[in-house]
T-cell receptor
Framework: DAKTTQPPSMDCAEGRAANLPCNHSTISGNEYVYWYRQIHSQGPQYIIHGLKNNETNEMASLIITEDRKSSTLILPHATLRDTAVYYCIARGHFGNEKLTFGTGTRLTIIP | DAGVIQSPRHEVTEMGQEVTLRCKPISGHNSLFWYRQTMMRGLELLIYFNNNVPIDDSGMPEDRFSAKMPNASFSTLKIQPSEPRDSAVYFC???????????FGPGTRLTVT
């Protein structure tokens, strides 16, 4: 799996959009970008994934650059419950079950 | 759906004792994973199963660790004998199909004294 790089920490004001960047410059053509988050004392939670098109679900939006070397996870209206560590993972989809978690970005939502 | 169920949620044991952690995956999911999380090493995959068959156990730290999945709705992770360095949070996760997103349980916090 390609290595990903994320800032160690970020703050965001409650109610604002939280934009979490991720670099994956060595990503290969068949690797997807996955995002998970881990709220304190809980198990990781799947958020969203994508290959090359932008994706949106009820939790977040994922914007992937055209060259696929980076992506941004957007939480459109951050709440205090979004305070968590966010993990960006590049992963081959079919036939590759492993998720390799890095250190992630610790997002703190400020009231 | 109840999600992935793990038991116990907390376990405190003495060094040398056998520890068994249990997991019930989401019904209908065909892949099951065991992870360990510590402050020093982060979140690490220990072993995973597809259709109850162990596929990759390269993350299992030592022969003291063993995992089984006797049927599609139950898995165990056993540590025998336990050591203080095994203290960690152990997560179980399941996935609907090969390569798809994983859903994690609440974890078991193991403390070995």
């Amino acid at each position: 799996d390609a290595k990903t790089t994320q800032p160690p920490s970020m703050d965001c004001a409650e109610g604002r959009a939280a934009n979490l960047p991720c670099n994956h410059s060595t990503i290969s053509g068949n690797e997807y970008v996955y995002w998970y988050r881990q709220i304190h004392s809980q198990g990781p939670q799947y958020i969203i994934h994508g290959l090359k098109n932008n994706e949106t679900n009820e939790m977040a939006s994922l914007i992937i650059t055209e060259d696929r070397k980076s992506s941004t996870l957007i939480l459109p209206h951050a709440t205090l419950r979004d305070t968590a560590v966010y993990y960006c993972i590049a992963r081959g989809h079919f036939g590759n079950e492993k998720l390799t978690f890095g250190t992630g970005t610790r997002l703190t939502i400020i009231p | 759906d109840a999600g992935v169920i793990q038991s116990p949620r907390h376990e405190v044991t003495e060094m040398g004792q056998e520890v068994t952690l249990r997991c019930k995956p989401i019904s209908g999911h065909n892949s099951l994973f065991w992870y360990r999380q510590t402050m020093m090493r982060g979140l690490e995959l220990l072993i995973y199963f597809n259709n109850n068959v162990p596929i990759d156990d390269s993350g299992m730290p030592e022969d003291r660790f063993s995992a089984k999945m006797p049927n599609a709705s139950f898995s165990t992770l056993k540590i025998q004998p336990s050591e203080p360095r095994d203290s960690a949070v152990y997560f179980c996760a399941s996935s609907p199909r090969t390569g798809e997103e994983q859903y994690f349980g609440p974890g078991t916090r193991l403390t070995v004294t």
